[in-house]
C-alpha cells in the first residue's frame, strides 16, 4: 500500500465545475487502504456529473470499510494534454490504482506505460482504451446502439428517410456507436440516411443540429440520435411547429415525463448506466487486494481484438411504452431488462429532472469475475 496523500490538488483540473491549483504532498507515515484515482476525460453533460457521483459514493463507502484510505477525481473538457498531466500528478502522488475514462487514448499512452512501469494498477472505465498490462471495464457501446437502430429500422418497417446525431467525433464510444449503425442499417437498404452530424452529447448542440435538419429536409420519416440528447431534438420539433417522427429517446427523467406527456411519440430508452463506473471501482480494488479474474471473463478489448482484457457491461434496462421482451432488438442481451416507460417513471420517482435512470452490477456479482 502507497503512503496516504495529504493534500492533493491538480493542476488545471475541473472538479464539479471548479477550477483548482495543484500541490501534492506525501504524509511520512504509512496508513492503512489503498489510494485511488479517477481521470475523467469529459465533463460536459449531466450524465457525467452523475457517473462521478456514483464512483464517488461507491468510493467513499469503501474508505468508510477501511479498504480505501483516499480517493480523488480529475476532470477534463476532452482535453487530452490536460489528462495526460492529472494522471502524471496522479502518479506523482504515489497512488495505488488509476481509473481513466481517456479523451484520447493515443495522447496519454506515455502517461498509462509510466503507471505501468511503475506498478500502479491502471484500469479503464466507460470509453474503451486498449494497453497492454491494463483491465478494461466498459460499457458495450457497440450493443447499446445495436439496439436503438435495430428498434428504429423496424418501426420504420425497413424504409424510410432519417437523420443521425452522433455523439463526440473522435470519442471511441461513438466510434463504436457510428460502427453499430452501420452494420445495422446495412440490412434495411431501403433505410435512407439524409445527413449525419454531431450533436456531442449536448441537449443544446442537438436542438441546433435538428434544427437544421429540418430547414434541410422537407420529410424526415426518422431520427436516431444518441443519448442524453432526446430533449434537444423535440426541442427543434415544438420549436418549428411539427410533431417529432418515430425516434430514439433517451433514459433522463425528464425525457421519460416528456413522452409520457405525449401519447403519439414512438420512441426507445436505452439505459447507458453511469453507474458502469462503480463495477469498474469494484474490480479496481479487488485486483488491489490481489484478487485473480478469471480468464473467461475477459473479452478482446474492443480497440484490439489481440489484446484480451476487457470486461463488457450490457445496458441496464431497454424502456418501451410497453414491455417488449421478446423484440428483435432484445436478441443477444445477457444482462438487460425490458421495462415500460411507466416502470421506469416509478423508478426515477425521487430522482431530479436530470437524472439519468441508473444501474449496475452487484459486488456479489463482481465476486463471481474472481478465482
Do not use: H
Request: charged letters at 20%; one cysteine or more.
Amino acid at each position: 500500500m502507497k503512503k496516504r496523500l495529504l493534500s492533493i490538488l491538480l493542476a488545471g483540473v475541473m472538479v464539479f465545475g471548479c477550477t483548482a491549483t495543484v500541490f501534492a504532498e506525501e504524509a511520512t507515515e504509512e496508513e492503512d487502504g489503498f489510494v485511488v484515482g479517477f481521470s475523467n476525460g469529459y465533463w460536459g453533460n449531466t450524465w457525467r456529473a452523475q457517473m462521478i457521483e456514483d464512483f464517488e459514493s461507491q468510493a467513499q463507502k469503501y474508505v468508510d470499510e477501511g479498504i480505501l484510505s483516499d480517493y480523488m477525481v480529475a476532470n477534463t473538457e476532452s482535453d487530452a494534454t490536460e489528462q495526460l498531466n492529472q494522471i502524471n500528478a496522479m502518479i506523482d502522488a504515489n497512488v495505488d490504482a488509476i481509473m481513466i475514462d481517456a479523451v484520447s487514448p493515443t495522447t496519454i499512452r506515455s502517461a498509462v506505460q509510466r503507471a505501468i512501469d511503475e506498478n500502479i494498477l491502471v484500469v479503464i472505465t466507460n470509453d474503451p482504451a486498449a494497453y497492454e498490462g491494463t483491465i478494461c471495464v466498459c460499457g458495450d457501446n457497440y450493443s447499446w446502439q445495436k439496439v436503438q437502430a435495430i428498434w428504429l429500422a423496424e418501426q420504420l418497417e425497413g424504409k424510410g428517410d432519417i437523420v443521425v446525431i452522433n455523439g463526440v467525433a473522435g470519442n471511441s464510444a461513438d466510434t463504436f456507436r457510428q460502427q453499430a449503425n452501420e452494420a445495422v442499417l446495412a440490412n434495411y437498404p431501403d433505410i435512407n440516411i439524409l445527413a449525419a452530424a454531431p450533436g456531442s452529447w449536448s441537449q443544446t448542440e442537438a436542438q441546433s443540429v435538428m434544427t437544421t435538419f429540418l430547414s434541410s429536409y422537407e420529410n424526415i420519416d426518422g431520427v436516431l440520435e444518441q443519448d442524453v440528447m432526446g430533449e434537444g431534438v423535440l426541442k427543434a420539433y415544438e420549436n418549428a411547429g411539427q410533431e417529432p417522427p418515430v425516434m430514439t429517446g433517451d433514459y433522463t427523467k425528464a425525457f421519460l415525463q416528456k413522452w409520457a406527456e405525449m401519447p403519439e411519440l414512438n420512441t426507445i430508452g436505452v439505459s447507458y448506466a453511469p453507474g458502469n463506473a462503480v463495477p469498474a471501482l469494484d474490480v479496481t480494488v479487488r485486483l488491489l487486494q490481489g484478487k485473480t479474474l478469471r480468464e473467461e471473463i475477459l473479452e478482446p478489448n474492443p480497440m484490439d481484438e489481440n489484446l484480451v482484457n476487457t470486461i463488457m457491461l450490457d445496458p441496464p434496462y431497454v424502456i418501451t411504452r410497453e414491455v417488449e421482451e421478446d423484440a428483435p432488438w432484445m436478441e443477444g442481451l445477457t444482462g438487460t431488462q425490458a421495462i415500460s416507460l411507466d416502470e421506469a417513471l416509478e423508478m426515477m420517482a425521487d430522482k431530479n429532472d436530470t437524472a439519468a435512470l441508473d444501474g449496475w452490477i452487484s459486488e456479489d456479482i463482481v465476486d463471481t469475475f474472481f478465482e
